[in-house]
């Protein structure tokens, strides 16, 4: 079970954190909103120069760049799990944003064993995409 709650005011240090986050956040979105990575090639990946394989993170700027655009098929093609870390950040935004705002802290309580499985799910997905790929790279 999800239970969100909303606690007591925070304090302006916090506030000014959050604002922070919320920027830093809102600048990853619109760089991949308008930054189209195979037409300006700014950053390469290093392993990927190196060895010829590709990295846990790579592809992540291509999937981000559709998934910002909504062409989700695109994305998923990219990087497996772009999508899932681009609306994962774009909710951090909103939660970031609206804290900041109504200067209350947004508490969000599950079953521990729901988080864990979650994370070891989505820890789980990313390697066994990661080695499938370097298996196909092969």
Excluded: Q
């Excluded at 909303?6 to 308008?34: H, R």
């Excluded at 998923?76 to 804290?99: K, N, Q, V, W």
């Excluded at 209350?104 to 990661?130: A, H, M, N, Q, Y």
């Amino acid at each position: 079970m999800i239970r969100v709650y909303l606690k007591k005011p925070n304090s302006p240090k916090s506030i000014v954190t959050k604002a922070l986050f919320a920027s830093a956040l809102l600048l990853i979105l619109l760089v991949s909103l308008f930054w189209n990575p195979e037409k300006i090639s700014v950053a390469t990946c290093f392993l990927k120069e190196a060895t010829g394989y590709s990295c846990l993170t790579c592809g992540l700027s291509r999937s981000f760049y559709a998934a910002s655009h909504l062409h989700l098929l695109e994305s998923f093609g990219f990087h497996l799990m772009g999508p899932i870390i681009y609306f994962s950040l774009m909710i951090l935004f909103l939660r970031f944003s609206f804290e900041a705002v109504a200067r209350k802290e947004v508490r969000i309580k599950t079953d521990p064993r729901i988080t864990k499985i979650i994370l070891v799910s989505f820890s789980c997905l990313w390697l066994g995409f990661s080695v499938i790929r370097f298996l196909d790279e092969l």
